[in-house]
């Protein structure tokens, strides 16, 4: 992924190899991998935290090759969805952190400018977020709003 304010190319971490279907060495049926899905998602699992579940421990490389859905779309079908994307509020944490290190440290002007970029970033994800209906039409950020959302998780 490239840099957003560096203007570098950056570099991503190691690139999974191509395929088109799933590994015969997966030893698990489609419907036993959506029901660990979902059972991880029912003790409060996020997506991410799935994923790298069911790689290092069950030894599934791609839920996606393997069921034909994403952890997103198994977890929608079986209503286990949370009410904000995970990307959104890993943001929405981060700039809560940053604001209450602001209050300590008020001459802090990197801080000030990573708050900045990490609250440009959140509303760039919300407008994207509306427009594929994952939040409701009149949602806004607020720092007050997201800090009750963060402390809620």
């Known amino acids: 992924m490239a840099r957003i304010y560096a203007h570098k190319k950056g570099k991503s971490g190691s690139t999974r190899p191509v395929r088109s279907s799933n590994p015969s060495w997966v030893r698990f049926a489609p419907e036993e991998i959506e029901k660990i899905v979902q059972r991880l998602g029912k003790e409060g699992k996020q997506t991410s935290e799935i994923g790298m579940l069911l790689r290092?421990?069950?030894?599934?490389?791609?839920?996606?090759?393997?069921?034909?859905?994403?952890?997103?779309?198994?977890?929608?079908?079986?209503?286990?969805?949370?009410?904000?994307?995970?990307?959104?509020?890993?943001?929405?944490?981060?700039?809560?952190?940053?604001?209450?290190?602001?209050?300590?440290?008020?001459?802090?002007?990197?801080?000030?400018?990573?708050?900045?970029?990490?609250?440009?970033?959140?509303?760039?994800?919300?407008?994207?977020?509306?427009?594929?209906?994952?939040?409701?039409?009149?949602?806004q950020y607020d720092p007050e709003t997201a800090a009750i959302i963060v402390s809620g998780r």
């Open 56 to 139: 290092d421990q069950w030894g599934i490389p791609s839920v996606k090759l393997a069921t034909g859905k994403t952890i997103t779309a198994i977890l929608s079908d079986a209503k286990l969805m949370s009410e904000y994307p995970e990307d959104l509020l890993n943001l929405m944490t981060k700039a809560v952190k940053i604001r209450k290190h602001l209050v300590v440290a008020t001459a802090d002007k990197h801080s000030t400018r990573g708050l900045k970029n990490t609250e440009m970033k959140i509303l760039r994800l919300v407008k994207y977020y509306k427009k594929e209906g994952r939040l409701a039409a009149n949602w």
